[in-house]
Antibody
C-alpha cells in the first residue's frame, strides 16, 4: 500500500482550473500537517502550501496566494489543492508531502500539471 | 531565505567519500533553539526522500554512510563511501522560516 497517492493532474489552458487530490494511508492522517510542493520540469523544488492537522490554518507561497486553495477531509484521509487562474509557470509535477516545514518526511509519487494553450 | 548549494555537479568514484555544502542567507536557529535544516535525495525518476533532518539526524532506513553536520548558516552532507545507488540529486531545505526554501540541488554522478 502506497502511503501517499496524488491524482488530478493534466493539461489545462491558461486561466483554467484543476483540483488535485492526495489520498493518505498507513498513518494517522488527522494527526499530521500536510503540504503541497512542486517541481517544474528539470528544475528544483518549491513549496506551494501547507495545512494544519484540523484544517484551520493554511499557508501559501506568494506566487499562488489568491489563486490556490489547500484543504483536507480527515474523514476521507484526503488533502486537496484547488488551483484556479492557472498560469504557464504553474506547470510542474505536484507532490503531496506528509508534514510541513519542521517534519516533512514522506512524499507521494507526484502528479503532472501542464498549463498550455 | 536563500539556500545555496555547492557544487551543483559532483562526479564521484565508487567507494570514495563525497561532500555537499549548503549555505543559508540567514541563520536557521528558531526561537526554540532548533535548526530546521533537512537533506533530501531524489533518485532519477523518483520523488524526493528525506535523508537527514535537523542538521544531523538520519532517517530510519538511511545508510550510516550518510551524515549531516553544520550550524548557523553553513551545513554539509557527507557520504563516507559512495555506492552506485547514491546517484541522484541532493537538496538541502530550510524549514525554519515560511516558506521553506530549497537549494538548487547537487547532481551526484558516478
Amino acid at each position: 500500500e502506497v502511503p501517499l497517492v496524488e491524482s488530478g493532474g493534466g493539461l489545462v489552458q491558461p486561466g483554467g482550473s484543476l483540483r488535485l487530490s492526495c489520498v493518505a494511508s498507513g498513518f494517522t492522517f488527522s494527526g499530521r500537517w500536510m503540504s503541497w510542493l512542486r517541481q517544474a520540469p528539470g528544475q528544483g523544488l518549491e513549496w506551494v502550501a501547507n495545512i494544519k492537522t484540523d484544517g484551520t490554518e493554511q499557508y501559501y507561497v506568494d506566487s499562488v496566494k489568491g489563486r490556490f486553495t489547500i484543504s483536507r477531509d480527515n474523514a476521507k484521509n484526503t488533502m486537496y489543492l484547488q488551483m484556479d487562474s492557472l498560469r504557464v509557470e504553474d506547470s510542474a509535477v505536484y507532490y503531496c508531502m506528509r508534514g510541513a516545514l519542521y517534519d516533512g518526511d514522506l512524499w507521494g509519487q507526484g502528479t503532472l500539471v501542464t498549463v498550455s494553450s | 531565505v536563500v539556500m545555496t548549494q555547492s557544487p551543483l555537479y559532483l562526479p564521484v568514484t565508487l567507494g570514495q567519500p563525497a561532500s555537499i555544502s549548503c549555505r543559508s542567507s540567514q541563520g536557521l536557529v528558531n526561537s526554540h533553539g532548533d535548526t530546521h535544516l533537512t537533506w533530501y535525495q531524489q533518485r532519477p525518476g523518483q520523488s524526493p526522500r528525506r535523508l537527514i533532518y535537523q542538521v544531523s539526524n538520519r532517517d530510519s532506513g538511511v545508510p550510516d554512510r550518510f551524515s549531516g553536520s553544520g550550524s548557523g548558516t553553513d551545513f554539509t552532507l557527507k557520504i563516507s563511501r559512495v555506492e552506485a545507488e547514491d546517484v541522484g540529486i541532493y537538496y538541502c531545505m530550510q524549514g525554519t522560516r515560511w516558506p521553506g526554501t530549497f537549494g538548487q540541488g547537487t547532481k551526484v554522478e558516478i
